[in-house]
T-cell receptor
Framework: GQSLEQPSEVTAVEGAIVQINCTYQ??????LSWYQQHDGGAPTFLSY????GLEETGRFSSFLSRSDSYGYLLLQELQMKDSASYFC???????????FGRGTSLIVHP | NAGVTQTPKFQVLKTGQSMTLQCAQD?????MSWYRQDPGMGLRLIHY???????DQGEVPNGYNVSRSTTEDFPLRLLSAAPSQTSVYFC???????????????FGSGTRLTVV
């Protein structure tokens, strides 16, 4: 089976940098994705890492270490609108159906 | 281009009633999935489909049926509603062309179901 671990909650102040970690256990690992979900809204796709290293998209970056079965989402220059839940998801064994973590609630304070 | 459309947005059922949650996408996506989201549980896969006429079970399929007669539509049927099925249901879709982006899924806005 597959399992993912991520912190349940992270808090930070506006303008700061925050890192949300995700560790996973799976066979035939294919890639790690990140989704954002605001309260009452639908998840939206943020980023994807298939290879080791950092992928940058504006204020958001995602990192993967396949040897450590570990990844993180880095959010810079935090804004109040970044307060949301963030989910990591793994695809493995060539499957196109991701398995999601339980999500990390990010609270950004003024 | 509406993306993924789910109806209804809210529904209250009595225990034992049946109903169908509708999901339609206009992006010609092959892959469609249904998830349920409960507090602290993340998104759990109920059923999925890789194309018209092909469906399979996910992690929590009991009490639900699906069919995929067209590429666009993927309805989820609750056979006999139970309070344990109170949840938020999301439909999502993608296609094989998104493989290089981890099959980034597009989600519908969700159906909030309460079973009393």
């Amino acid at each position: 089976g597959q399992s993912l671990e991520q912190p349940s909650e992270v808090t930070a102040v506006e303008g700061a940098i925050v890192q949300i970690n995700c560790t996973y256990q799976t066979s035939g690992f294919y890639g790690l994705s990140w989704y954002q979900q605001h309260d009452g809204g639908a998840p939206t796709f943020l980023s994807y890492n298939a290879l080791d290293g950092l992928e940058e998209t504006g204020r958001f970056s995602s990192f993967l270490s396949r040897s450590d079965s570990y990844g993180y989402l880095l959010l810079q220059e935090l804004q109040m609108k970044d307060s949301a839940s963030y989910f990591c998801a793994v695809a493995s064994g060539g499957s196109y159906i991701p398995t999601f973590g339980r999500g990390t609630s990010l609270i950004v304070h003024p | 281009n509406a993306g993924v459309t789910q109806t209804p947005k809210f529904q209250v059922l009595k225990t034992g009633q049946s109903m169908t949650l509708q999901c339609a996408q206009d992006m010609n996506h092959e892959y469609m999935s249904w998830y349920r989201q409960d507090p602290g549980m993340g998104l759990r896969l109920i059923h999925y489909s890789v194309g018209a006429g092909i469906t399979d079970q996910g992690e929590v399929p009991n009490g639900y049926n699906v069919s995929r007669s067209t590429t666009e539509d993927f309805p989820l049927r609750l056979l006999s509603a139970a309070p344990s099925q109170t949840s938020v249901y999301f439909c999502a879709s993608t296609n094989r062309d998104r493989k290089s982006r981890g099959y980034g899924y597009t989600f519908g806005s969700g159906t909030r179901l309460t079973v009393v």
